[in-house]
């Protein structure tokens, strides 16, 4: 599945579901889950939501968390389905998340390089195949020493 937060223009990919997560108290003041979607293999769009804390998060907790002490700790996580989804959707999401700049997917990969790949993806597989060799370039190219 792969994940997107559409406001954070950010893109990740999960190979498995996933019902519970360590997240950030400030991922949680900040509502990181209410702009991200994940896109399955099966074409359907789901919203997620972290469980939040029963007693809340305090107004020290919340300062903190903007500062320097900000732990994560596990939450649920509820996936609830949206709709089918295009892959011209799932296309966009991850070309608009190497558009905002996150160097992640090209720390390791020419970003021109990775845009034609995306933009060449026909089915979902495309787009797994493009993130693992995005994630594994750097183990398959050639070391210094060997040129």
């Excluded at 599945?1 to 019902?19: C, G, K, T, W, Y």
């Excluded at 769009?45 to 972290?50: C, K």
């Excluded at 907790?61 to 939450?75: I, K, S």
Aim: a negative charge.
């Amino acid at each position: 599945m792969f994940v997107v937060h559409r406001n954070h223009d950010f893109i990740e990919f999960h190979s498995n579901i996933a019902f519970h997560t360590h997240v950030t108290r400030l991922a949680l003041i900040r509502s990181m889950d209410t702009d991200g979607l994940g896109f399955d293999a099966a074409g359907m769009l789901w919203s997620f939501h972290f469980e939040r804390p029963a007693a809340g998060i305090s107004m020290l907790e919340r300062f903190l968390a903007h500062t320097f002490y900000n732990p994560d700790f596990r939450v649920a996580v509820t996936w609830t389905q949206v709709r089918p989804y295009p892959l011209d959707e799932l296309r966009q999401c991850y070309l608009d998340a190497l558009a905002a700049g996150d160097d992640v997917p090209t720390q390791f990969v020419g970003r021109d390089e990775l845009v034609s790949r995306v933009r060449a993806c026909a089915t979902f597989q495309d787009f797994v195949t493009a993130w693992k060799w995005q994630s594994t370039a750097v183990e398959n190219s050639p070391s210094p020493s060997s040129s």
